[in-house]
């Protein structure tokens, strides 16, 4: 099975502020990966897809890039409703594998 | 809109059978795959099965398959998730969700939308 890292586990920013999020494959997977949005106690929503595509409705705030091994979700202008946990998921083969996930806090 | 609303979970002695039912509107069900993905207390997210559009193909997790059996009804728009033999780390929320593909095979899919899940419980 392919493995996803990602880093760091956990993340302290303020309101206002751009942060960065990083997943690591243990394979090249070419573009696919995607990248979801957890808030406590509620379903994941999915954010993007094929490493750079928006789902719908998603605003631009949230961007993600990376190739082959590497990728990342950028968050730009934090605000209080994106202090969530965040998951990357490959879906190159089977079975598709999630990241362990970044929990995003507001400091 | 997209709505996917699941059912069917509770408590479940280990060794018992419970079937997850998924009710999907807003979208044509037809045309999509459709995947059930879960959560254990606490813990990450964990795929478990995925099924066609057609309902043709089908894949799981290693750690559920021979045991579930995934399913659906086209004609009714609703996804199942038929669970025997059941075992203490099946503990977790259930989701489903509505795969962005309509194939599944030759490289897996993703979800873009997810219901908010449905809390299955083994304990004796």
């Known amino acids: 099975d392919i493995q996803m890292t990602q880093s760091p586990s956990s993340l302290s920013a303020s309101v206002g502020d751009r942060v960065t999020i990083t997943c690591r494959a243990s394979q090249g997977i070419s573009n696919y990966v995607a990248w979801f949005q957890q808030e406590p106690g509620k379903a994941p929503k999915s954010l993007i897809y094929?490493?750079?595509s928006l789902q719908t409705g998603v605003p631009s705030k949230f961007s993600g890039s990376g190739s082959g091994t590497d990728f990342t979700l950028t968050i730009s202008s934090l605000q209080p409703e994106d202090f969530a946990t965040y998951y990357c998921q490959q879906y190159n083969s089977y079975p598709p594998t999630f990241g362990q996930g970044t929990k995003l806090e507001i400091k | 809109e997209v709505q996917l609303v699941e059912s069917g979970g509770g408590l479940v002695q280990p060794g018992g059978s419970l079937r997850l039912s998924c009710a999907a509107s807003g979208f044509t069900f037809s045309n999509y795959a459709m995947s059930w993905v879960r959560q254990a207390p606490g813990k990450g997210l964990d795929w478990v099965s995925v099924?066609?559009?057609?309902?043709?193909?089908?894949y799981y997790a290693d750690s559920v398959q021979g045991r579930f059996t995934i399913s659906r009804d086209n004609s009714k728009n609703t996804l199942y998730l038929q669970m025997n033999s059941l075992r203490v780390e099946d503990t977790a929320v259930y989701y489903c969700?509505?795969?962005?593909?309509?194939?599944?095979?030759?490289?897996?899919?993703?979800?873009?939308?997810w219901g908010q899940g449905t809390l299955v419980t083994v304990s004796s």
């Open positions: 099924m066609s559009a057609g309902g043709t193909s089908t």
């Open positions: 969700a509505k795969d962005v593909s309509t194939s599944v095979s030759g490289r897996a899919t993703t979800p873009d939308y």
């Open positions: 094929g490493a750079t």
